[in-house]
């Protein structure tokens, strides 16, 4: 057959729509958005070419309507884990052998499958099932899934292009293996595009795929899986299985031909599964892969130098957008007493003008938290925040689950830099700010820096020297840090994502630098003209 070097399409990061009144893609999603409220969905599990159905079902409800029934999925129990393994296994001859352009062609057609006549569909499901308000749908599971689809074609192309050096007389090559044996996928229930990439990069790379998306996702991750089926993934190489967490996971990382784990979750459980790996280390066919994004708690830092209405901004934006449910959201925040005042009479300005409900009403800039078990834990914060004395609302503080699972922006103000608002993750639409003397300064590097986590953070600043000074401070307490902006948004092929300490391997989604987890290179050296006699010169009377 043909061979060439073949370029692939020039990655270009997907153009946000903007769903004005009045625009064709807002017709279009709300259309679609009603045909799927007026309809129930059964999602099987997927294994090979099989689309199984236990009987052992869950329901599945919107966060902003928990009495609505969208449907149900099914559960696995261990035999269909089991099944899964061997069903990749499989599969994995065939598709690892594939010709890396004909893997490139299925996720990129993917990619154009999402943005044309899936766009709609992917969205409505993430509006209704997460709770999304259009925006934050639309660069979610349309651009930014899109873009970890194309961009990460082009690293992969970039990947197989790094060889080494060859001297006269000799070849060598490099060649990247994908991994021997199958990774565990488990993604997160806050951002469709993550629950489709974790699975598909690794896949792209060649390896196959056992993936668990999370209960709160499977009404969006069951039209991923339809997608990878119309830009004709083959069977087995991606199988989605739901069902009780640690069984899966139990049985996943009992098998032999476990190979890695690519992970986005609570820092706890990642904790988990790597002791978990540990335990079993003797039973591997090789040392498995775990790359993991976890917790943050991310920060605003604010110089007096700062202007208080950006100041104010980066936080109605980075802190209450998808209420607070970003691993990169802020929910600690530091600012001059000079400048407090004003920032609070811009932040509260900004609350009280949120419109919270259904994503259905694009008025609406606020919905529900994703379930009720959120929805308890933020109102714990938020009464006992009520009741410390070192603690005050400054504004919000309530909530209501009577129709949805609806937390009203909340900031609290703490005298205590070590409050418990201020080091726990809450992962939700709940901020708190601790005024500093304009004289600590550097005192509060010190506070900002002293986390267990390492995600993301901000530091806003019209002094340069000050800017440079946190840049340098904060090195380890933000994998993505962010100056004069909010420290949440970041782009595909732009900012790649990931952070350290708690916050995970820092292994940057969006970079070919997460793709070369999924490889095992090998080197292959040619001899052109091989020697015949074992003496070197040097050994000569």
């Not at 800039?365 to 714990?380: N, P, Q, R, W």
């Not at 009520?386 to 703490?414: H, M, N, R, W």
Request: net charge negative.
């Amino acid at each position: 057959m043909g061979k060439g070097f073949f370029q692939v399409p020039t990655a270009v990061n997907e153009p946000i729509k903007s769903y004005a009144p009045g625009t064709p893609e807002r017709e279009e999603v709300l259309k679609t958005y009603k045909e799927l409220w007026n309809s129930t969905v059964e999602v099987p599990l997927y294994i090979g070419s099989e689309e199984i159905k236990t009987g052992d079902t869950t329901t599945m409800h919107p966060p902003h309507d928990h009495q609505h029934n969208l449907g149900t999925f099914h559960k696995a129990n261990k035999s269909h884990v089991e099944k899964a393994i061997s069903t990749a296994l499989e599969a994995r001859t065939k598709w690892a052998d594939l010709e890396w352009e004909q893997r490139a062609a299925i996720f990129l057609k993917a990619a154009d499958l999402i943005a044309g006549p899936y766009r709609s569909k992917i969205n409505a499901a993430t509006m209704i099932g997460q709770s999304k308000n259009i925006f934050q749908a639309e660069i979610d599971s349309a651009c930014e899934l899109i873009d970890f689809l194309t961009f990460n074609v082009e690293y992969m192309a970039q990947i197989y292009e790094e060889q080494p050096e060859s001297l006269p007389g000799t070849w060598n090559r490099l060649e990247y293996r994908p991994l021997e044996g199958f990774v565990y996928a488990i993604t997160p229930f806050n951002f469709t595009a993550i629950a489709g990439n974790l699975p598909a990069s690794a896949a792209l790379m060649g390896n196959v795929v056992v993936w668990k998306p999370s209960d709160s996702q499977v009404y969006s991750a069951q039209v991923i899986m339809e997608i990878f089926k119309e830009a004709g993934l083959p069977d087995g190489v991606i199988n989605m299985v739901m069902g009780d967490p640690v069984m899966i996971t139990d049985t996943v990382l009992a098998s032999r031909d476990f190979s890695g784990v690519h992970f986005t979750g609570s820092t706890d459980v990642f904790k988990g599964i790597w002791e978990k790996i540990g335990k079993n280390i003797h039973n591997y066919k090789t040392y498995p892969r775990i790359v993991g994004e976890t917790g943050g708690k991310d920060f605003i830092l604010a110089h007096p130098s700062a202007r208080p209405k950006q100041v104010a901004t980066a936080i109605s934006r980075g802190a209450f957008e998808f209420q607070g449910q970003k691993c990169s959201a802020a929910s600690r925040v530091y600012i001059p007493k000079s400048m407090w005042e004003e920032v609070k009479g811009y932040v509260v300005e900004d609350v009280n003008s949120f419109k919270m409900g259904s994503p259905e009403d694009m008025k609406n800039f606020i919905t529900a938290v994703i379930h009720e078990g959120s929805f308890d834990k933020l109102a714990s914060y938020i009464d006992q925040a009520k009741e410390d004395k070192d603690a005050e609302i400054v504004v919000g503080g309530d909530y209501d689950k009577s129709k949805g699972y609806f937390i009203q922006p909340t900031v609290i103000l703490t005298t205590n830099p070590k409050y418990s608002t201020m080091c726990t993750e809450l992962f939700g639409p709940v901020v708190t700010i601790y005024v500093y003397e304009d004289n600590q300064w550097e005192e509060t590097l010190k506070l900002v820096d002293d986390s267990i986590y390492g995600l993301t953070g901000a530091i806003l600043s019209q002094d340069r020297y000050a800017a440079a000074q946190a840049t340098k401070a904060l090195q380890n307490a933000a994998g993505n840090f962010y100056i004069n902006d909010k420290p949440t948004g970041a782009v595909v092929g732009q900012q790649p994502f990931g952070g350290a300490r708690a916050s995970g391997t820092n292994d940057k989604a969006g970079s070919k630098l997460n793709l070369l987890r999924w490889v095992s290179p090998r080197v292959i050296k040619e001899t052109f003209v091989t020697p015949t006699d074992y003496r070197y010169p040097f050994m000569g009377e």
